[in-house]
């Protein structure tokens, strides 16, 4: 009796500008194939490697498929299966406890592990808003970046991920796209073979970076000083789009005289480059309007990132590159989409809205926030933790502090998952939530302009339920009778988009459920004549809501923290700079369970330069310590001039306890935030590096209840 075989469409959840659109062929209600859509035109019928392992995730052994409490120490990761119903009556009971005393002692914690709109941050902000909870601030990755979009341009948004295929010039600017955002590396092959020019910046020469014509290696965290001295070099020379900039921009009198600060010696000396390199990129990018930055958010992870986006984003409005479609900048598109954010989270249902909204938690200084004692600025003292979409204790900069402040016995912790990571092994209730084969959402997309729905394919594995099910349980138990908690996964889709927004003309919900996308309708040169979202509607070089905050109006260079230029002293003790940016099989902290793709990134790798491996007696495969003054960790080094002289690269982001030594690089990544925006400073982070005194033979030291079973198998 075999039901036929049946396709449906999905949508990609993950972390990831491309927002591909997915075919699901099932077979007996068993999902057994997941590809690219080929009638989706960012997609173009092609998924990454990792997605494409899709089923392979969704079916895994080890996936959550019950409730579960804790029976061991903190931390440990043992438990025992419950009912949903014992799940929850325990959980309504103690968050009820901590609510009626000082709800603000409960915070929400999560992050992208799905993009969806209602898998995201629906019923569950509501639940929090309700309660009268903390908030936090979702700031991990994006923020230093989205804030100097919006004081320079009033906005996130910019050109289109296809024109870039007619763009002369192609700036790669921070961004690793063939690993990260492959739907816009395809854009750029094709403006190659018609001729254009690609050129990488980055200190890494990245997967990316080594197919580009040209790759420039500046030191990390001085891209602001690179596209001053760029702009140094359009002013003097006069490559400079005058009606443009007279009719559309604000301040260029000031910005110019700030650029003047800025000649090639100085530039060259601060970015480490040569300043006919400078000169020569300047020359390049001036010399054609159309002329594109994919700017990204590799450069934004140290303490001027905000102000290094501001600068470069002044870029195309000095040269009227924006007036061609093929030319601008883009670092996200995700504010074209008409979210109506206020519908889905209703901030509205907190206790003190508008006028005292409940206190806000920066997510990049959880370690610090987890170990404070509460009271005076601080507020109470954190009690629950309500884990979802996210893996802290694998991805929170400092991660010993992290660690530790999950560890605190007296922390109620819950976790929403689908496997047992490394914050799960600190729950002291996980519960199984489905994957996007197995729920209803919407999407909006960072790197295209298409609204995307996707419907359940497949039943839920075992007792696995959506995050929004599970926040509807648990208003239910705890005897909340708000209606806004209880709605139906299809009406909060429904409410997500404001439709009668002209970039939704002529769609409604019934259509876009049958339809499976939209393209939003937009112009193509979006900025052509101007019409910037901020207060003056031009591209504010000067900005005088920075200056009202007493904060710096124009874009500037700040040296990173961690730096010889910002801190000599810490410089002396820990000479190399170390980013960890995204593995390409990995996304962030997920897929690194997935045994094949483990495979394929193999182990903690440190790529370190020749000169700077040799002064240290290391040698190509030999087990290395990075260590500072926030912890260590071990990887196998891989010798290198990938990495630029000075510079050290751990690819990431591991599970702890899939690493050998139970350690992964947020171990030494700290909790500062960036200038603008309150973001992390991933890539902002001094280090030493030095041979393991128990040589490269280490392997394992994972405690072995940590360790998944298959894994134990491996080694
Ligand atoms: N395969 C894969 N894809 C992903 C992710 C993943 O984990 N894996 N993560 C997703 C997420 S959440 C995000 S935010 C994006 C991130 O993707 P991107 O925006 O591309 O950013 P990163 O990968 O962090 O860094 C990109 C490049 O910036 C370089 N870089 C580091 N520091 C600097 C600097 O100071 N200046 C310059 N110019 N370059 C620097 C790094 O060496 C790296 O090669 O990718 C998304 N896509
Ligand atoms: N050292 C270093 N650290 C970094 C970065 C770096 O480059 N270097 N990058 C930073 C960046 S850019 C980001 S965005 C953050 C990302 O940090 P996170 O957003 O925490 O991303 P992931 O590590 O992928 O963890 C997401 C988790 O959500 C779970 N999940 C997925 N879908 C669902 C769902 O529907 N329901 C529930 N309950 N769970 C679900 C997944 O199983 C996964 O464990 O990491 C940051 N940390
Ligand atoms: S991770 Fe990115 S490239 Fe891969 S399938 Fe998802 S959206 Fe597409
Ligand atoms: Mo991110």
Not at 28 to 37: E, L, S
Not at 583 to 605: C, M, Q
Request: include cysteine; aromatic fraction near 8%; hydrophobic fraction near 40%.
């Amino acid at each position: 009796m075999n039901a036929p075989i049946e396709f449906a469409r999905a949508v990609c959840p993950h972390d990831c500008p491309d927002t591909c659109a997915m075919r699901v062929t099932i077979d007996n209600g068993r999902a057994i194939k997941v590809v690219g859509d080929p009638e989706h035109a960012p997609t173009q019928g092609v998924l990454c490697t990792k997605v494409s392992r899709y089923a392979e995730r969704v079916y895994h052994p080890n996936r959550l498929t019950t409730p579960m409490k804790r029976v061991g120490r903190k931390g440990e990761g043992r438990f025992e299966p419950i009912s949903w119903d014992a799940a929850l009556e325990f959980a309504a009971a103690r968050l009820s406890e901590i609510a009626r005393r000082a709800p603000e002692a409960i915070l929400p914690y999560s992050y992208a592990g799905t993009m969806g709109l209602v898998q995201g941050d629906s019923i569950a902000q509501r639940f929090f808003h309700k309660l009268g909870a903390s908030q936090l601030d979702r700031t991990i990755c994006a923020a230093a970046g989205a804030a100097g979009m919006k004081y320079t341009y009033g906005t996130g948004v910019g050109m289109h991920t296809e024109f870039f295929a007619e763009s002369e010039v192609i700036l790669i600017w921070g961004a690793n796209p063939i690993a990260s955002n492959l739907h816009f590396w395809t854009r750029a092959q094709e403006a190659k073979r018609r001729g254009a020019q690609l050129i990488a910046i980055d200190p890494y020469r990245s997967l990316t970076a080594e197919k580009c014509h040209q790759h420039i290696a500046p030191k990390p965290g001085t891209d602001g000083a690179l596209a001053l001295g760029m702009m140094n070099v359009l002013i003097t020379e006069d490559l400079l789009d005058h009606a443009y900039i007279e009719a559309h921009t604000l301040g260029f009198a000031e910005l110019k005289e700030r650029a003047l600060n800025y000649p090639l010696s100085r530039a060259s000396e601060i970015c480490g480059i040569e300043g006919q390199v400078i000169a020569d990129l300047a020359r390049l990018y001036g010399g054609t309007k159309k002329a594109a930055i994919r700017l990204n958010y590799g450069l934004q992870r140290v303490r001027g990132g905000g102000n290094a986006v501001r600068a470069i984003a002044c870029l195309p409005s000095l040269t009227g590159a924006w007036r061609e479609r093929a030319g601008g900048a883009l670092l996200s598109s995700g504010g074209w989409a008409p979210v109506d954010s206020h519908a889905l989270q209703r901030p509205d249902l907190m206790p003190g809205w508008p006028a005292r909204p409940s206190r806000v938690v920066n997510m990049n200084a959880i370690g610090d926030a987890l170990l404070h004692p509460g009271e005076a600025a601080f507020g109470p003292k954190i009690e629950a933790i309500v884990v979802y979409n996210s893996n802290p204790v694998a991805v929170a900069p400092d991660s010993e502090r992290v660690a530790a402040g999950f560890a605190r016995e007296d922390l109620f912790t819950i976790v929403l998952e689908h496997f047992q990571t490394d914050t799960a092994d600190y729950a002291d209730l996980l519960l199984p939530a489905t994957t996007q084969l197995e729920h209803l959402d919407v999407h909006k997309s960072y790197g295209h302009t298409h609204v995307m729905v996707n419907l359940p394919a497949i039943a839920p594995i075992g007792d696995a339920r959506p995050n929004t099910e599970i926040f509807r349980g648990l208003a239910r138990h705890m005897g909340l009778d708000e209606p806004a908690l209880f709605e139906s996964d299809e009406a909060i889709a429904q409410a997500a988009f404001r439709w009668q927004d002209k970039t939704l003309e002529g769609m409604d919900w019934p259509t876009l459920k049958q339809a499976g996308w939209a393209k939003l309708n937009l112009p193509d040169a979006p900025f052509a004549d101007g019409g910037f979202r901020t207060p003056s509607g031009k591209c504010e070089f000067y900005s005088e809501r920075l200056a009202q905050q007493g904060l710096d109006p124009l874009p500037d260079y700040l040296p990173p923290y961690e730096s010889a230029d910002g801190s000599p002293e810490l410089a002396a003790r820990y000479p190399l700079a170390m980013i960890s940016p995204p593995a390409r099989n990995f996304l962030n902290s997920t897929f690194v369970n997935i045994e094949s793709l483990r495979a394929t990134e193999g182990e903690p790798h440190l790529d370190i330069h020749p000169v700077d491996a040799h002064a240290r007696n290391i040698a190509d495969g030999d087990q290395v310590r990075i260590f500072n003054d926030r912890g260590s960790m071990q990887a196998r080094a891989r010798v290198t001039d990938r990495a630029r002289e000075g510079l050290v690269v751990g690819l990431s982001i591991w599970w702890k306890k899939l690493a050998p030594d139970g350690r992964n690089a947020n171990q030494l990544t700290s909790q500062a935030l960036t200038d603008l925006g309150g973001s992390a400073t991933f890539y902002d982070c001094l280090v030493e590096v030095e041979r393991a005194r128990n040589g490269s033979e280490t392997r394992l030291d994972i405690p072995s209840a940590h360790v998944p079973r298959e894994f134990e198998a491996d080694v």
